[in-house]
Structure formats: C-alpha cells, structure tokens
C-alpha cells in the first residue's frame, strides 16, 4: 500500500489512481535558457524516484514532462523579459539553438543520474495551437479581460481560487508586494502577452504567433495545463514540481483548468520536491554561486554521487548543499560499491543454488519507499542488511532494492578491485609465465570465490565481478 503526501490536502493519502493500474504523471520541467543546476536535478531525481516506486508498485505510468521554451518571464508578476530571448541575445544566437543546446545538455545529466527520460517531452513552442484553443476557452466562459499587455484571467471569479497554497489563510493584499498596474487583482496572471510593439523601444521578440488577440505568445502557466490535457485527459492523477510553484505557477493551472474542464479536482496529487540549500538559501542562479553537475565531475565526483547524496534527504526536507557533505555521501557510495562484490551470497559461491531474497529486509524497504518514498530510510535499511552478518539472499534482495535506488549498486566499473584479490591475481600471472598452470587454475579459483573473475588477454588478465 503506497502513501503519499498531497500538498492540495496537506496529508499523506493513500496512493488510488483514476483508472486501475495506470497513472498519469506531469511533471513542471525546465526552462532551457540555460543549464541546470544541481538543485533542479534535485526535484528530477526525486519525480525519478516516484516514478520507480510506481512502477516497483506495478502500475504502467505515462509521465509527461514539458520543456519551456518560451513565456517564462523574470518575474512571476508577469513582467520582464522573456528568459529564452534575453539569453539569445546575449549569447548572439537564435532562441531555437538556445533552447536546443540547454535542453541536449539536461537530457545528457539525466542519463548520467540514471533519471528515466519521460514518455513524452513536451515543448511549449509546439503545442500554441493546443495553448491558444484553451485561452479562447477560458475567454469563452467569461473568466478573462484585456489589458495594455495582454489578455488576463481574472483570478476574482473562482471562488476557490489559491485553495492549494491556501491564499485565502495568508491574505494577499494588493499594492504590498506586487504592483498591480492595470490587474484587476494582484493574482491575475497573464494567459497570453501582446508582443511590445516596435514603438515601445523594446527589442523585437524572435519567438512569437498570430492568435485572436494578435501577435504575442502565451503565458508561462498556460503551457502546462494544455500539454498535460492533450496527453493526460482532462483529470489525472500526479502533478509534480518544486516548492516555489506552490503559490503562483500552479495555483494558476488550477485555476486554468479547472475553468475550462469543470472538473474538480483538475488533478488528484499534488507533489512537491523541496529545495536544494547553499548557504542557506534556495541554490539558484539569480543568488549567485550555483553548481552544474559537470562542475562536480570537474570536482571529481561521479554523478551518481550526487544522486546517492539526494537520496539521504527525503524529498519534504530541504537539503544542505556543500562540498563536503557531498564528500561525505561519496565515501559511503564508495564503501557500499567496494563491500558488495564482497557478500557471501555473491554468485561466485552460491553458484548453482537457488539465490533467495531476504524478505525481512526486503519488506522494511517496501514500507519505507511506500511510505512516501522515505529514501534515507530505505538506504538504512540497506546499510542493515549489508552489516547483518547472519543475513542470507543479500544480492539478489539489493538487485530488487536498486530498482529504486538506480545507483548501479551492481555494476562493476567503478569497484576499485581489494587488495587481497589483487595479491591472487599477480599470483597467478606469475604462475601462468611459469606455464604452471595448475596452480593458475586453482588461483583462478580462489579468486572466484571472491567474486572476481579473471579473463586472460595478450597484455594483460581482465578482471570482472561476478
Ligand atoms: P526552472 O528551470 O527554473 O523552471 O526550474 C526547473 C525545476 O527545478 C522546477 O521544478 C524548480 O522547482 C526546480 N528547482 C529550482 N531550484 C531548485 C532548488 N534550489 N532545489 C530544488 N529544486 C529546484
Ligand atoms: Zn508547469
């Protein structure tokens, strides 16, 4: 039985798709204007994790995952520059070729985190039809009014408007924090911008359509409650993104949806990854000193340390990122890569007998990850069964649990071969110049014990973990 907890209720919930053993996922994705860093791979490797857990679960998903590539301005408040065309043109390049290029290199950190790609990537710029025909929906019902810049929805209609991030409880009141220009309510939010005009002093967009309100090009909200309708039906099941999107950027989707499908409610989960710290504060480009995940590799670092490093934290903590606590969950990664090879149930010794899993420690790291995917504890309950000297079935019940984890806990490329092993294998190289190769034999064997193999090659004995 899976729990997780729904920000729409502020609870841990019992997880019950819409239709029997299918689940629809969307997840916010990024905006490709430039690279991601680790603290947005964060909330990635923890929809990654979901994903998993769904899938251990046995439920078929189909994720979507939008790329914004256009609409998503500076500022929430719907004013300032586009961040796709302010990075063009300070880059000297088309918005196209940005957006590409920023969107090829996180694909590529996804695969070195191990992240599952979604089944469907979905560009903003591909989808201003589906984006546009909902905008004339919204219109339709009466829930919209033009301004100088734009076309608005006019969040004073729903009566439940911001009941996610439960506005109503903090009362927002206009002209404090955000100026209110020509809104009619501070909430309101741009569904599509009117591109500025050439007489404004502004630079001419290079990302823009012809709609029924003129040349302009849509707001940032509403690309991900079109896509996430055209693949995903009008009511689904997951929603995620990061804590930030809580107040605004989906509390409108809500709002936009919700207007236009009449059905309440939009989606049925609600799960929100909290941030990664740096000093203190949210890791983001905008406060300074970030780290991509290459800079880590320039740090010597693999990327499945950072993935191993996330995993202590659960995804409803904000995690503290430096240097040196990376190092830490680096060393212990280390330690686990270098003690597994080394377990008794290796296959090296019980070759031919039926390996088993371990059911006691498989059933606590069941309820752990069902229990709102507590990673750090179903790594505990890793480290438990490694150190439990009388527990049989280890390898193949880490084989199940790394389903989840997805760090490659039997992969052998990075297992640094011990000492021991090493001694056998010059051993037996020795031996096998002596052309003694009875003896090469029965080291070969003892090396196998151990769980290595060794293959001879015309320079040198290949060693394998097996
Ligand atoms: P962006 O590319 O800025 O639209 O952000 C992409 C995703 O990363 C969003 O889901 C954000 O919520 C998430 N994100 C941004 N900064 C952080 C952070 N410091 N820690 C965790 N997630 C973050
Ligand atoms: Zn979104």
Redesign the pocket.
Known sequence: MLKIYNTLTRKKEIFKPIKKGQVGIY??????YSY??I??L???IFTDILKRVLTYNDYDIKHIMNV?DVG?LTSDADTGEDKIEKAARKEKKTAQEITNYYWKIFRQDFKKLNIDEPDIWAKATEHIKEQIEMIKKIEAKGYTYKTGDGIYFDTSKLKDYGELAQLRKQKLKAGKRIELKEKKNITDFALWKFSPSTSSGQAKRQQEWDSPWGIGFPGWHIECSAMSSKYLGKQFDIHT?????IPVHHTNEIAQSETTFGKKPWVKYWLH??????KGE???KSKGKIYTLSELENEDFKPLDYRYFCLTAHYRTQLNFTLKNLEKAKNAYDRLKNIIPTLKDNPSISLGTERKINKKYLNEFEKAINNDLDMPVALSVLWNLIRDKKAEGEIKTIQKMDKIFGLDLLKEERVSIPNNVKKLIDQREKARKEKNWQKADELRQKIKKLGYWVEDTDKRPMVKII
Request: aromatic fraction near 10%; glycine fraction near 14%; proline fraction near 3%.
């Open positions: 997840s916010c994705g990024p905006t490709v991601q860093h603290g947005n964060r909330s990635y914004t998503h993104g990061g804590e930030e999107h990854a909290r941030w990664l710290l740096f949210k890791m983001a």
